[in-house]
């Protein structure tokens, strides 16, 4: 299966190449900024999603793939 990973952390894209071989990297540009009385687990599951959002966006693929992202706090 191929893998995109939509992050630009050198981290994350090493431990998913141990684990699948070549992976594309899609760097997406969103707001990471906190909104008001937003909470870690919120603020991270809203960044993850709008990742994906902008990754999706971007992409005209003709074959599958499994497109990951994710934030930490």
Known sequence: M?????SASPR?????????????VISPSVDEGLLDNESA???????TNLKMDAVLAGLHLTESYCVITSDTI
């Open 2 to 6: 191929k893998i995109i990973l939509g």
């Open 12 to 24: 994350r894209k090493s431990i998913l190449e141990g684990i699948f071989g070549a992976v594309r």
């Open 41 to 47: 687990d919120q603020y991270a599951g809203r960044i």
